[in-house]
């Protein structure tokens, strides 16, 4: 029977990597800084100790080796979890990710497998510049062969992890550490979300808001405000990016005949332009406003606090672009 109770988002984390370890002898952690909480916070919180360092591998500082080795084994069989601690540095492992992992099982006539979850943890804010705070989910969403799953709730991070696990292909999960203080109601039993199907977290009929992650936690603020004010808000979490959930964000647009996407990427190519163009070119006629996006600016992320207000996107923001939209 299972025990609905308050987790923290890390610690969901936590608990899929200990439930899935221990049911299958083929699961494994590694990647930089796995036994250290200053890389990793609670994710990894005693998993060193129930099923040693074969199984929870601490790497030098090689993100190419590291991520070579995860899919090397993946393709001979075990069922990797690669992470990044800083997903900017991911950029080191594109071969591996992009050449071998994403392509393995097509090259092969879909004979072969590669079970790797490649895990990345977005660092934005706290002064630490433009190499260490980058967002690139849109890159890895348009590779042909990669999924890309970005929860932003502490019951999605597990059930999403459980799921990228079970998959007999790559999964990135792109995490944001932002979010890993937050708590939820978090199933004790084990399970999945399903990769691909997003979620309607709030119905309403005036406009509909589009949010994944760090974002979709400021959204639904927004919405909260925005409901004080009268405007009724129908806000979509994907959850995954990438097979993205087409159906249920057409529908809603065709239902509120307003958009506003969110994006704590960048603006040009990014994840936020591409659900833009996918209603555009689906459901445009049923439109009433031109469609708006909430992203980072095209820009590198600053090394200051006071500029990090103006570059980061908050609820206000959200807010604002609703307002016009409304108007």
């Not at 932003?152 to 059930?159: E, F, I, L, Q, R």
């Amino acid at each position: 029977m299972s025990t609905d109770r308050k987790l923290q988002y890390s610690l969901a984390i936590n608990e899929a990597f200990h439930q899935m370890m221990s049911s299958d002898e083929s699961v494994f952690l590694i990647g930089q800084g796995v036994k250290s909480p200053w890389y990793v916070g609670n994710t990894a919180q005693g998993l060193l100790e129930q099923f040693g360092p074969e199984r929870v591998i601490d790497t030098p500082v090689s993100e190419n080796a590291m991520t070579g080795a995860a899919v090397g084994a993946a393709i001979a069989g075990m069922k990797s979890i690669i992470v990044h601690p800083r997903a900017d540095f991911m950029l080191y492992a594109i071969d591996p990710i992009i050449n071998e992992a994403a392509n393995w099982h097509y090259m092969n006539g879909g004979k072969a497998s590669v079970p790797v979850v490649i895990w990345g943890i977005i660092n934005r804010g706290g002064e630490q510049g433009a190499q260490h705070s980058q967002a690139i989910q849109a890159m890895f969403a348009h590779i042909p062969g990669l999924k890309v799953v970005m929860p932003s709730t502490p019951y999605d991070a597990k059930g999403l992890m459980i799921a990228a696990i079970r998959d007999p292909n790559p999964v990135v999960f792109i995490d944001d550490r932002w979010l890993h203080n937050l708590e939820d109601v978090v199933p004790e039993e084990v399970y999945g979300v399903e990769v691909g199907k997003g979620v309607v977290r709030r119905e309403g009929k005036d406009i509909t808001v589009v949010a994944t992650s760090f974002m979709a936690h400021e959204s639904m603020k927004a919405v909260q405000e925005l409901e004080k004010e009268g405007i009724d808000v129908e806000f979509i979490d994907p959850r995954t990016v990438k097979p993205i959930d087409q159906d249920l964000i057409l529908k809603s647009a065709m239902k509120t005949g307003r958009l506003l996407v969110v994006d704590g990427g960048w603006k040009t190519c990014g994840l936020a332009a591409e659900i833009s163009a996918m209603v555009s070119e689906s459901v445009f006629e049923y439109l009433k406003a031109p469609i708006k996006r909430v992203t980072l600016p095209d820009c590198p992320a600053p090394a200051s606090a006071e500029l990090e207000k103006e570059f980061y996107k908050y609820s206000g923001d959200i807010v604002k672009a609703v307002k016009q939209i409304m108007k």
